[in-house]
């Protein structure tokens, strides 16, 4: 057994190396920062890197080395959406190379014994976006003055940081070494500084100490609320420290670009990083790609302006519904459309929810044969041929053929087209009695008459309900469609209020064993199938509702021995456990997965896969594909 791991320069088992870069190579300056060097703002580039810089080797990751330059345009459906820049741009840690493995990214390398301490290595002479440099300082001020402050972190620390309920011990070995350590494994840690949303334990403390109380007068504090609108000291620090949505663009970061333009705002702009800590085997600094111009648009008519030319990346804002059009766009503007595979378990998935507050329903949701029957029901093929065009896989909502994980009989679960077995376990049910028009009824005597709500965000979901409709009245059960906005949907199922709901299947349908199960298990408040079994263990108790059904409850056990073990084995043990229980129970109806993302670019712009796996988590949508490794050619 392998019980401690050493990443040093993203190698396993190496040393600390020297670079194979000189600094006379380094010194090879963008001219978008001709400017700045000019006036002396900024340090030659080999005074701006670290002095191990991380090198991106292009050639040896099947990409091109580029030149710097350019602007890239891209559509957002909200001013909010300013935050896909902090995923795209995957600055992290440790982050996913291609292959799903961790390696050390803003970290020079890291060591970990039996994922219970952690040791984490600073690259000398690392600095943020200000030019202040990046030190042990800034673990100490985020632990020391964050964390571990009451007014900034109430609930007493993400979950990730206290898995068993108590905090790590948190150390400074030397000017460039931090170490966390706990009594007991915590497997989580390490992938939730890889995520695309990633675990904060550090920050620009230089920065961040003018808006915290123990370093700031009260006066010039006051007025930095009234400045800011805020009535709290703790809110005004949590709104300037936001790295996950930079909305402040005076925050120090550690991106490969970050904002200049503060909300509200109809375009955003994001520039270079003159510090960043990437570059490749030719001692050219990352990113390639001067500025990022993010375009406010109603999320309605992305795909429209996308195919329109007024976009040279766009991912998020268009589905697989709009490839044609997208495609056809290539005729008229210089763009290219490529088809990647979506990572989620389900592309489309119904949600039963049970924690309704109908107790009838919720009754029925509770028994797997129901479940079961509602899935049974139904015609994959057909959504797959009308919604997909054929091109996606009829699947119960589990991980994908890419997994390591995945078996057969997890995708194969209840998914079969057996209406006359469908029928047979609503009758076992006790659901036999049907009125005049062959609807089912419930034992209180109502029409047997399913609502299924739908944030309206997409038409592939009114299409496939369109279908389900017809499958289910086959088997004597009624569909009916709602829709609300998400906000308002996601209040109503933690009401109760919710019977039913489309959305989308596992977030991650790629996982490795050392990733978190914590998806198959009521973890969370947003699992619209289990919303308020989620919040109690979100809450640790204090708020939503225990699990009262033995197979729920049985997840969440083997979720937290998947905590508690250091062992490879065991933990993959787990995982097929929960895959195989999730699947069973059918406690959410997977229909297709396997589906395929439009991804529209300039055909000017090299180093953009032609294939990938796209996905929130944990592909951080283009993050692990380092878009700071994207560049304009002219063609």
């Known amino acids: 057994m392998v019980t401690r791991r050493r990443f040093l320069g993203g190698m396993v088992g190496a040393a600390i190396a020297p670079s194979v870069v000189k600094a006379a190579d380094r010194d090879i300056e963008p001219d978008f920062l001709r400017d700045l060097l000019r006036a002396g703002r900024i340090p030659s580039m080999v005074d ?48 996913y190379d291609t292959k799903l493995q961790l390696q050390p990214d803003i970290l020079m390398g890291f060591t970990s014994e039996k994922d219970s301490v952690f040791t984490f290595h600073l690259r000398e002479g690392h600095r943020w976006s200000d030019g202040t440099p990046f030190t042990v300082d800034d673990f100490r001020y985020w632990w020391e003055d964050v964390i571990l402050n009451k007014e900034l972190t109430p609930g007493g620390g993400a979950l990730e940081l206290r898995p068993h309920g108590d905090l790590p011990r948190f150390e400074v070995l030397d000017p460039l070494t931090v170490r966390y350590t706990w009594d007991r494994p915590n497997p989580n840690f390490m992938p939730a500084l890889a995520g695309p949303l990633p675990l904060m334990i550090f920050g620009p403390g230089h920065y961040l100490k003018q808006f915290h109380k123990k370093y700031q007068d009260d006066f010039r504090m006051s007025a930095l609320m009234k400045q800011n609108r805020v009535k709290k000291w703790a809110d005004l620090h949590i ?29 955003f702009v994001f520039v270079r990083n003159p510090f960043f800590h990437r570059i490749d085997e030719n ?39 709009d490839y044609t059009f997208l495609k056809d766009a290539e005729n008229r503007f210089p763009v290219n459309v490529s088809l990647w595979r979506q990572v989620r378990g389900s592309r489309v998935a119904l949600l039963p929810n049970l924690n309704c507050a109908d107790d009838v329903w919720r009754g029925l949701f509770h028994e797997t044969r129901f479940r079961r029957a509602l899935s049974l029901a139904i015609d994959r093929h057909e959504i797959n041929m ?15 053929p890419e997994s390591p994980l995945f078996r057969s009989e997890y995708a194969d679960a209840f998914i079969a087209h057996d209406p006359d077995q469908a029928n047979k376990l609503l009758d076992e049910l006790g659901l036999g009695n049907r009125d005049s028009e062959g609807i089912r009824l419930l034992p209180d005597g109502r029409r047997a008459e399913i609502t299924v709500e739908t944030p309206g965000e997409s038409n592939l979901d009114t299409d496939v309900l369109e279908l389900v409709r017809d499958h289910w009245r086959e088997v004597g059960l009624a569909l009916y469609t709602r829709t609300s906005q998400r906000d308002v949907f996601h209040n109503r199922a933690m009401s109760g209020t919710i019977m039913m709901s489309i959305w989308f299947g596992i977030e991650n349908g790629v996982a490795t064993a050392d990733m978190s199960p914590r998806q198959l298990a009521p973890t969370l408040d947003d699992q619209l199938q289990w919303p308020l079994w989620g919040m109690y263990y979100l809450s640790a108790g204090q708020a939503g509702r225990a699990p009262d059904l033995p197979e729920a409850k049985q997840l969440v056990d083997l979720l937290n021995q998947w905590g508690e073990t250091a062992r490879f084995e065991e933990r993959e043990a787990i995982w097929h456990q929960m895959l195989s229980l999730y699947t069973q129970q059918v406690f959410s109806i997977g229909l297709i997965n396997s589906t395929l993302q439009p991804i529209l670019k300039s055909a000017k712009l090299q180093n953009v896969p032609a294939r990938g796996l796209y996905g929130f988590d944990p592909t951080s949508y283009l993050g692990i594909y380092m878009p700071d490794s994207f560049w304009f050619k002219e063609v």
Do not use: C
């Open 48 to 95: 701006r890197l670290p002095t191990h810089p991380r090198i991106i080797n292009m050639k040896n990751a099947g990409l091109q080395p580029g030149t710097y330059g350019g602007t890239v345009r891209t559509l957002i459906g909200s001013a909010k959406d300013i935050r896909y820049m902090t995923v795209y741009g995957y600055s992290r840690l440790v982050g």
């Open 386 to 400: 009308v919604a997909f065009y054929g091109l996606g896989k009829a699947s119960a909502d589990t991980v994908l």
């Open 239 to 267: 709104k300037m420290s936001r790295a996950s949505r930079p909305e402040n663009p005076d925050l120090p970061t550690l991106d490969p670009w970050f904002n200049t333009t503060p909300p509200p705002a109809e375009q």
């Open 283 to 321: 001692g050219v600094q990352l990113p390639y790609v001067d500025r990022f111009i993010l375009n406010v648009s109603s999320s309605s008519i992305i795909a429209a302006k996308a195919g329109a030319g007024e976009s040279d990346l766009q991912a998020t804002g268009i589905d697989f519904n």
